[in-house]
């Protein structure tokens, strides 16, 4: 069958960006994202440049690390759709650059200019090819010494949630992701799985950085 074209993707978010929205406000207090945000804010402490949200959606992870964990740190998001980009944009106001586009090449990001890439589930909506032309990308605009934080869906093969979010998808192991990644010249730096609030479902968080040496290869 294939995963659901980016382009139908685009059009399902654009329906359901102000019950994302909502939806948002409550999970982003999860216990996944303060963990992961503090993390991030310690480990780009001595990194220059941005954090971009390469699938920003509503802007709920940006601002919470202008609000939170790194106060005046310049902060870019993208998202594929127009009007979660709109969300975004009056949620962060000036503390952020937000632009449609796309995780794949992020075009509108220089090379070697980003402390910090995260992308919170959204690259479950990519075939194989796309995710190690997304790796690619990332390793292009980040800065010597950033990381790339990713948090996915754990698993094999296509799966949908149905209900109001019900693309086609796709599920990736750490293997998976991991080989990706080093495919890309970045280095693993650390992969786990948790089960994410009450879903209990299984995800996977890889942190890698533009650096030649790969706990995971090790």
Not at 27 to 43: G, W
């Amino acid at each position: 069958m294939g995963v659901t074209s980016l382009d139908e993707v685009r059009r399902i978010y654009d329906e359901a960006a102000d019950s994302y929205d909502r939806m948002m406000d409550e999970e982003i207090r999860l216990p996944i994202y303060d963990q992961v945000l503090n993390e991030l804010a310690t480990k780009i402490h001595l990194v220059t440049g941005p954090v971009l949200d390469a699938s920003c959606g509503s802007g709920h992870m940006l601002q919470r690390i202008q609000q939170e964990y790194a106060p005046g740190r310049p902060l870019i998001g993208i998202d594929l759709s127009p009007r979660m980009v709109g969300i975004a944009e009056r949620r962060l106001g000036p503390s952020a650059e937000v632009f449609e586009g796309d995780m794949r090449d992020v075009a509108q990001v220089s090379d070697n200019s980003c402390a910090a890439i995260i992308n919170f589930f959204a690259i479950h909506h990519l075939d194989a090819e796309d995710l190690q032309r997304c790796f690619h990308a990332s390793n292009r605009i980040l800065a010597p010494g950033g990381f790339v934080l990713i948090a996915t869906w754990e698993g094999e093969g296509e799966f949908s949630f149905g209900g109001e979010f019900d693309p086609v998808t796709r599920r990736y192991t750490t293997s998976e992701l991991a080989d990706a990644a080093l495919a890309a010249k970045l280095g693993v730096v650390d992969l786990s799985v948790q089960v994410i609030g009450d879903m209990g479902i299984d995800a996977v968080l890889l942190w890698a950085a533009k650096a030649s040496v790969s706990a995971w290869a090790s």
